[in-house]
Antibody, heavy 120, light 111 residues
Framework: EVQLVESGGGLVQPGGSLRLSCAAS????????MHWVRQAPGKGLVWVSRINSDGSSTSYADSVKGRFTISRDNAKNTLYLQMNSLRAEDTAVYYC?????????????WGQGTLVTVSS | QSALTQPASVSGSPGQSITISCTGTSSDVGGYNYVSWYQQHPGKAPKLMIYDVSNRPSGVSNRFSGSKSGNTASLTISGLQAEDEADYYCSSYTSSSPHVVFGGGTKLTVL
């Protein structure tokens, strides 16, 4: 069974840092592009970042560019999101998602999400 | 880029059919056949229901179907069931970076 399990969320003060992890199982992790998508409380889905299968290429939403870094360890089947200089508006549930592999981004499946709360 | 436009809410009775629209521009929905739909129950992760406008992943009920006309994509759910009550989001490839955009979401209520 394909499974994605996020961890690392929690309460952090504005300006602080947090690293999220996403443990993958049930598929050949090193063959797939991966994404982070977030959802602020009561709001819609917003794409955050993507990384290609070998980690050599990354992209970010303008709102997080320069503050967040996506990475992966294919030996450990794990995706990461390093979040620095956190702001109140970064408060959200963060989901990792596998890219289905078609031409455009299709997210399937998704992890259960991890909540990040930025507050003093 | 701007989010795709979805109605905030739709409703229907069990057994009926409903359609959720997703309106974009020629730079996203209208220009490419890369529209996806996701279902999200409260407190749960989104689930892919339709991709590439009208393709259903394995395991998704054939009561769910997708289509597109011009700059508007649509998700139709036939034979509405109580378990279909959820939020639905569309997404599309877009010509501008970062090349993916979501709709604002639609809350489906089964009366």
């Amino acid at each position: 069974e394909v499974q994605l399990v996020e961890s690392g969320g929690g309460l952090v003060q504005p300006g602080g840092s947090l690293r999220l992890s996403c443990a993958a199982s049930g598929f050949t992790f090193s063959s797939y592009w991966m994404h982070w998508v977030r959802q602020a409380p009561g709001k819609g889905l917003v794409w955050v970042s993507r990384i290609n299968s070998d980690g050599s290429s990354t992209s970010y939403a303008d709102s997080v560019k320069g503050r967040f870094t996506i990475s992966r360890d294919n030996a450990k089947n794990t995706l990461y999101l390093q979040m620095n200089s956190l702001r109140a508006e970064d408060t959200a549930v963060y989901y990792c998602a596998r890219d289905r592999g078609s031409y455009a981004e299709v997210f399937d499946p998704w992890g259960q999400g991890t909540l990040v709360t930025v507050s003093s | 880029q701007s989010a795709l436009t979805q109605p905030a809410s739709v409703s229907g009775s069990p057994g009926q059919s409903i359609t959720i629209s997703c309106t974009g521009t020629s730079s996203d929905v209208g220009g490419y056949n890369y529209v996806s739909w996701y279902q999200q129950h409260p407190g749960k992760a989104p689930k892919l229901m339709i991709y590439d406008v009208s393709n259903r992943p394995s395991g998704v009920s054939n009561r769910f179907s997708g289509s597109k006309s011009g700059n508007t994509a649509s998700l139709t759910i036939s034979g509405l069931q109580a378990e279909d009550e959820a939020d639905y989001y569309c997404s599309s490839y877009t010509s501008s970076s970062p090349h993916v955009v979501f709709g604002g979401g639609t809350k489906l209520t089964v009366l």
